[in-house]
C-alpha cells in the first residue's frame, strides 16, 4: 500500500506489516505470454509476470477510489521522440490545483495551505510565495516537528511540537501592544541558538531565562532507520499561552497522530515509550491539542529537520480589508499551477517505444572496444615479427661477417 509521506521521513510508515495488504481472487482465465499477457514497462527480455484484477477492487484495497498511477496515451500523428514533449505541454495548461494534492484550510484572518504529505514540495512552495509577493499577499512559513524530549538536564517534558514560524511585517508592526503582537514580536525575533517556550512548558520544566534547554528528535538515516540527534538552545523567553501561542492549528493535521483522542492512542510510525506519558501530558492534549510548547527560528528547524521533500509544513495567507480568503483561494486556484511545471508534482510523460528502441542498441560501443583490439593484436604481430629477424640476425651474425669480408 502506497502511503503519502515517504519512510525517509518521521511520520512516514516504514514496516512491512503497514504497507502489505493481503487480497484473495478466483483465478478465472489463464491468457498466453503473447500481447497484453507480455505486456511490461521494463525494457528487457524477461516474460513479466502479469496477473490482472479488476480497477475498482484494487482502488478500494488501496484506499485510493477514482485514482490511478499511470495513464497510457498513443497518438499515431505524432513522431516517438516528441510525443512526451508534446503531452507535457498539454497537460500543463490542464493542471488543476487539486491535481497537486494540496489542500485548504480557512481560518479566521487567513487561509492555509498543507499537504497530506505532512510538507510542501519545495518547488510548489517557492510558487506560492512568488504569487504572494505579486499580489501583495502576507504569508507566514510554518514548520512544525515533533520532538521527543525537551529537557533541561534535571527535568524533561517527552513527545512536544516544537514550530519555527517566519512572519510577515505587518503581524510585527501592527498591535504589538496586544498580547497577540507581543507574542509574535517575541517569535519573530529568535536567534538560531535561542528557544521560546509556553509558559505550561516553562512551569513544567521549572525553567527560567538563560537556562540550556536540550532538544532531542528522530531523523531517519541510513535504508530509513530512525537516528536519535539533540540540539542545544538557550531558554531566551517564556511566552504567555495566548494569541500564536496557543494556536493548535500550527501543527497540520496528520489523522494518524495530531487526531487522535490522547496520546496513548496516537498510531506513531516510531517507537513511543508509553510508560513516560504522564497524566498531566494527557490533560494538555486534552486541553490544547498539538498546541507547539516551543518554538525556534526558520533557519535553525530547516538545519534541523530539513529534507529533499521540503522545509515547510504548511504556509498561510492572511487576509486584508481589501482582499478576503476566498479571493486569494480564487488566485491561488487559479494562477498556482501555472507557475509550476508538471514535473515539480510528479506528472511525467515518458515514450514507451523510444525506451525500449534505445534499451534494444546496447548500452555499450563495442566498435571501440573490438578496435582497440584489433590494434592491440596488430602491434603484438609487428613486434612478434620483429624480434624474429633480430633471433636470426644474432644466429647467423658470424656468417654476416665472413661474407662481409
Excluded: C
Excluded at 537556562?211 to 538557550?234: C, H, P, W
Aim: charge should be neutral; glycine fraction near 8%.
Amino acid at each position: 500500500r502506497q502511503n503519502d509521506v515517504h519512510p525517509e521521513f518521521l511520520f512516514g510508515q516504514r514496516s512491512a506489516s503497514s504497507s502489505l495488504r493481503t487480497l484473495r481472487f478466483t483465478i478465472t482465465k489463464v491468457i498466453p505470454d503473447q500481447g497484453i499477457g507480455r505486456f511490461g514497462l521494463r525494457a528487457n527480455q524477461r516474460i513479466p509476470l502479469n496477473a490482472f484484477a479488476p480497477l475498482p477492487i484494487l482502488q478500494s484495497a488501496l484506499d485510493q477510489s477514482g485514482k490511478v498511477n499511470t495513464i497510457f496515451l498513443a497518438n499515431s500523428a505524432t513522431t516517438t521522440g516528441s510525443a512526451p514533449y508534446m503531452s507535457q505541454d498539454a497537460l500543463q495548461h490542464v493542471l488543476k490545483l487539486g491535481d497537486l494534492g494540496l489542500r485548504f484550510e480557512r481560518r479566521e484572518g487567513y487561509l492555509s495551505l498543507e499537504s497530506p504529505q505532512f510538507l510542501l514540495n519545495p518547488h510548489i512552495v517557492t510558487a506560492a510565495k512568488a504569487l504572494a509577493r505579486e499580489n501583495s499577499i502576507s504569508i507566514t512559513t510554518i514548520m512544525t516537528y515533533l520532538a521527543n524530549e525537551i529537557s533541561t538536564g534535571k527535568k524533561n517534558l517527552p513527545y512536544s511540537t516544537i514550530t519555527a514560524l517566519g512572519l510577515p511585517a505587518h503581524m510585527l508592526m501592527t498591535e504589538r501592544l496586544q498580547p497577540r503582537g507581543q507574542v509574535a514580536l517575541q517569535i519573530a525575533g529568535l536567534a538560531d541558538s535561542e528557544i521560546l517556550l509556553n509558559s505550561w512548558a516553562a512551569e513544567d520544566l521549572n525553567a527560567e531565562v538563560g537556562d540550556l534547554i536540550e532538544v532531542s528528535y528522530y531523523v531517519a538515516g541510513d535504508r530509513n532507520m530512525l537516528l536519535t540527534k539533540r540540539a542545544q538552545f538557550g531558554l531566551k523567553g517564556v511566552v504567555p499561552m495566548q494569541g500564536l501561542a496557543r494556536d493548535r492549528e500550527l501543527t497540520p493535521e496528520f489523522h494518524e497522530l495530531f487526531d487522535s483522542n490522547d496520546i496513548s492512542s496516537w498510531n506513531a510510525t516510531f517507537p513511543l515509550e508509553m510508560n513516560r506519558i504522564r497524566s498531566k501530558d494527557e490533560r494538555y492534549w486534552d486541553e490544547f491539542g498539538a498546541t507547539p510548547k516551543a518554538f525556534i527560528s526558520p533557519s535553525s528547524a530547516q538545519r534541523l529537520w530539513g529534507t529533499r521533500f521540503g522545509v515547510l509544513s504548511a504556509i498561510r495567507f492572511h487576509s486584508t480589508t481589501n482582499m478576503s480568503t476566498q479571493a486569494i483561494e480564487a488566485i491561488l486556484h487559479a494562477r498556482l499551477p501555472a507557475l509550476l511545471s508538471p514535473e515539480h508534482v510528479g506528472f511525467r510523460f515518458h515514450s514507451v517505444m523510444a525506451q525500449g528502441l534505445d534499451a534494444s542498441s546496447g548500452t555499450t560501443d563495442f566498435s571501440m572496444l573490438f578496435g582497440g583490439f584489433s590494434i592491440f593484436l596488430i602491434g603484438s604481430a609487428l613486434l612478434l615479427v620483429g624480434l624474429l629477424f633480430k633471433l636470426g640476425v644474432d644466429q647467423r651474425a658470424s656468417e654476416i661477417g665472413l661474407l662481409l669480408t
